[in-house]
């Protein structure tokens, strides 16, 4: 089945939710253009999830999806973030901050029940998920009111194991993807495939729609995408110089720069591995450190160093996250480009 | 330029050349059915060259490939011997071998001026590099009796460097690929991009030719890989079960089991990075050990482990190479899988 089928959209192009970067405003210019539009709310309070629900209802033309995380919080553990921040000391001293002063973050929240509340009376069409599910009955919960949910798969058995438990799609993320790996049956790197070996992989082995993402920067990866049985295709990176998205001028200039030719897989800005353009921190740090907290909690004690920097003009201690494959990144609207990206779809 | 206008072949495709697991039995079958045999030769004593030499001139039909290893040997570091031997002792005693009696294994050698002697009166239509390329005089030599030299590239600045030193086409080979990685301008694997990443930025940067490998295994892979703009596809895993490649027993069985979908980037074989399915020394030594000494230093002292291991039916220290998608691994003759492989190029 190809995805517009399954979505109601009119294109099988999905954009990439991603947190920290774009609000509703990219979702609805990639609507729009006919692709699903994803807005991200891992990181969103309430209130402001609810002022975004209003606006995508009020105004997406055709389908949107929310995407959460479905990640179970590690327990606090006071050794492991005392490592932390004896690694990250000699940073707040370079800057003359005050490492005792670090505020617990926002940070990173999985979806609850609470959010199933906030959510159902706006019927998103599409709810989509990283790092697994959230249990059966919130699953049944979204199904009752027609929408449709979508996660993350790294994996064979992560694709076996989304299927098992009620996706309607899965994403296959390949190694070259830009962003939190939404790995969560295993944490072993060395299990993550790039999407020439996991997408055709994945194809032969479910039944639902395969959604190939990781590395697809232009038309001709779409229609590539479609060649090994991509059912739809999900890019992020692509979209990060349109102006509906919030990408930060430092994270623009470094897409725009050589340094965009080295991403790496990192834990130093959350604690769990994600891709992105390689900088200070992943050099001195990382890029995958065995003194960070686990996922999200190492992100508490970073943020105020990516602040400080930030204010000086500085992204190297920012989480640049970027794909492999940012060749295809335009500085144009994101209608524009979600229809260039079409141009080769059969 | 499409591959067979350069190589004058009928196909755009390339048979992998794979050292220990295959001889000129496959490269013939290969260049039967219209693609590019490739003898691997970094293994080859003189004597064994000269007579696969002598079969390939005689037998082949249209063109075939003499691939050889472009390294500079490490020098010899005494500390780091004696570290891997320490690490390796605990597996000598199991095995009831003596560590002191390690003999200096033949290894692999790099390209010399007496090899170009050895191959020149056959003028092999083909010759492949594998990290990086001999000196320009060896290049002009081979173009002079009209042979195209390939090479491999895993980065942007290595694509670059081939293009400027001479190489007529590059090979793009994505981190799904099995084997050693081609790597040789930097050791940092973070730099290593899937194919969807590497190969159409690669396309995009050079004017030569670009052969993608990596992560392909059946004819919807080879149309994709062209759909990203490659010239032609470089395949070897997908040879693997073939009755023409020498894979041995353990091998072959470790590719139809449940443990080829776990491959692993190791250096617990040779000291240099290569793809295959994890086995206990995998496990247990690496996959990235800091021990190993560097390429090809760490094998000498692994050999007498794999030798006694698969006497006794166990592959648990054998270099299993694979890819990571392996998923198209067929027991039938490398003639009719590469034509299946051809199903679908335009």
Redesign the interface.
């Known amino acids: 089945m190809r995805l517009e089928n399954l979505l109601g959209t009119n294109l099988p192009l999905v954009q990439a939710p991603m947190a920290g970067v774009q609000n509703s405003a990219l979702a609805l210019a990639v609507c729009r253009a006919g692709g699903l539009g994803s807005l991200p709310c891992a990181m969103l309070s309430a209130e402001a999830l609810h002022n975004e629900l209003v606006v995508l209802s009020e105004q997406a033309e055709g389908p949107w999806n929310l995407n959460f995380f479905a990640h179970r919080n590690p327990p606090a553990d006071d050794a492991r973030e005392k490592q932390w921040r004896n690694a990250l000391a000699p940073y707040y001293t370079e800057l003359g901050l005050d490492i005792g002063a670090i505020q617990a973050g926002a940070g990173r929240r999985p979806f609850d029940p609470e959010t199933l509340e906030l959510i159902a009376p706006f019927r998103p069409p599409v709810v989509s998920f990283h790092f697994g599910l959230p249990e059966a009955a919130i699953i049944e919960r979204i199904k009752a009111w027609g929408g449709k949910v979508l996660s993350t798969a790294t994996t ?1 058995a992560e694709g076996k194991w989304l299927q098992a438990h009620g996706a309607d799609a899965v994403i296959a993320q ?3 993807a830009g962003g939190h790996r939404g790995q969560f049956l295993s944490t072993d790197l ?2 993550q ?6 997408l ?2 994945l194809v ?1 082995a479910l039944d639902i729609p395969v959604i190939s993402a ?5 038309a ?2 779409v ?3 479609m ?3 991509a059912a739809g295709v999900q890019m992020g990176t692509v979209y990060l110089l349109c102006p509906e998205a919030t990408t930060t001028e430092l994270h623009r200039a470094a897409l725009n720069s050589e340094a965009a ?5 990192t834990n130093v800005f959350s604690g769990g591995p994600a891709r992105g353009i ?1 900088n200070r921190a992943i050099r001195e740090l990382g ?1 995958l450190s065995e003194l960070a907290p686990l996922f999200p909690l190492a992100g508490t004690a970073m943020a105020p160093l990516r602040a400080a920097n930030e204010k000086t003009g500085s992204g190297e201690f920012s989480p640049l996250w970027s ?3 940012n ?1 295809g990144c335009k500085a144009i609207s994101a209608f524009e480009l979600t229809r260039e990206l079409a141009a ?1 779809i059969g």
């Open positions: 064979l390949g190694l070259e060395s299990l495939m790039g999407t020439f070996a996991l055709p992989q032969a990781g590395g697809i920067a232009d001709n990866g229609a590539a995408a060649a090994l049985g030719q080295h991403t790496a897989l390689v890029p794909g492999q494959n060749s080769k």
